[in-house]
């Protein structure tokens, strides 16, 4: 592993160099164990954690397929699906693996024992598998996490409705927090040049999903003037949504749960926040009673931001919790649209207020090919810029997943894998001088209000 690091930290390896390094036959790598799929069975979702589940393994290197690209990781993330992973919910990952194993002799290979996870990485190509032009050894890439087998016509025209979809290092094996990751090269994208390993491999997930979600016509087609309701915007999809709604010309209303992340939304350049916990919301009075005053009076409020407007998008993920407000504020024609259900994925709301107000719900999921592409691409420009708030070591991924777990976290967490540093890979520093303030806006603010008691 070490001539790996070796070749990539020096600038003078050539392709052929890397495609001559003799590979290992193990990596370390980020599992979870299939024994284990019951460890928090009756515990509640918050008590489970993933400090217990998420293992440091050394595994062996996959077989190369064709279309595939092995890929030295010098540094991967933490998104949400890590905690699902880990906590199991709402279903083990194990069972997807299961599911893929079946299609064939060659997704066979991903139904193991265990599960290296991780749906994010910025690195190296090492080896390219049969039938691949596009990629070679040494090429400095991002992998997006849409894997596709594109053999059924359903997925031709928008390659996120493939039936095969899967979310790499989530229902696929072989993911991005290790040493080292096995994707189809359909998911490399180039590495954005002003950006250290870490940032680079930090916005991929989330800002795709994000610029589908938002921006793109098969989500909530956003356009310039919008006012788009922003849940969790200093969170991972929420700072990549606070950003497209500003870089669109819409305005975002950002919603919080403390001072803290109110203040990165500030800097960010929204104006109008919303800090549900000091406003105290309680759209539920019980388990199964929603309070459509609550509702209101949380409409009320987003006028107030408004200018006595409602809001044209509503960037849903929390789910059940928030889902009934999120309809009732939407206004007339207006579109809520969700790729996620955090607090519960059972939703409820008042049909009227959707029917009668001509309102669209609409479904969005991570994003096709060319949407990924395009989102990688701002990054690139140097139009959108990577959350990144903290890094941590491989052996702390635990931690890391824990920390977004319990909400302790701003933006995204990043994780250090290869690299043995912070702050490497950068190969556009007159770009990145450009753009450093925003760039380091989200570890700044993070840095000053470090509480005592967090495991760094
Ligand atoms: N379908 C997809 O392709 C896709 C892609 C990415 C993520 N997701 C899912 O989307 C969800 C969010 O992901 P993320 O990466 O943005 O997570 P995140 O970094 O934890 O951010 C989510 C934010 O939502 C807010 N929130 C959490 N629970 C809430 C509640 N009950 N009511 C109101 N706000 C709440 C929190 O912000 P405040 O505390 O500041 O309000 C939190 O910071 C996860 O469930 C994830 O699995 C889906």
Partial sequence: MQEILDAILNPGTTSADFAAIKLPESYRAVTLHKDEEQMFAGLDNRDKDPRKSLHLDEVALPELGPGEALVAVMASAVNYNT????????????????????????????????????????????????????????????????????????????????????????ETNFGGLAQLALVKTNQLLPKPKHLTWEEAASPGLVNSTAYRQLVSRNGAGMKQGDNVLIWGASGGLGSYATQYALAGGATPICVVSNEEKARICRAMGAEAIIDRSAEGYRFWKDENTQDPREWKRFGSKIREFTGGEDVDIVFEHPGRETFGASVYVTRKGGTIVTCASTSGYMHQYDNRYLWMSLKRIVGSHFANYREAFEANRLIAKGKIHPTLSKVYSLEQTGQAALDVHHNKHQGKVGVLCLAPQEGLGVTDHELREKHLPAINLFRELDERSIRPNRNV
């Avoid at 599960?115 to 400095?140: I, M, Q, Y």
Wanted: with cysteine; glycine share 10%.
């Fill in 83 to 170: 905690v699902w992973s880990s906590i199991f919910e709402p279903v083990s990952t194990f069972a997807f693996l299961e599911r893929y194993g079946r299609l064939s002799p060659l997704t066979k290979r991903h139904d193991l024992p265990y599960h290296v996870v991780g749906s994010d990485l910025a690195g190296v190509v090492l080896r390219t598998g049969a039938g691949v032009n596009a990629w070679k050894p040494g090429d400095e890439v991002v992998a997006h996490c849409l894997s596709v087998e594109l053999e059924s016509a359903d997925g031709h025209n928008d390659t996120m409705m493939d039936p095969e979809q899967r979310i790499w290092g989530f």
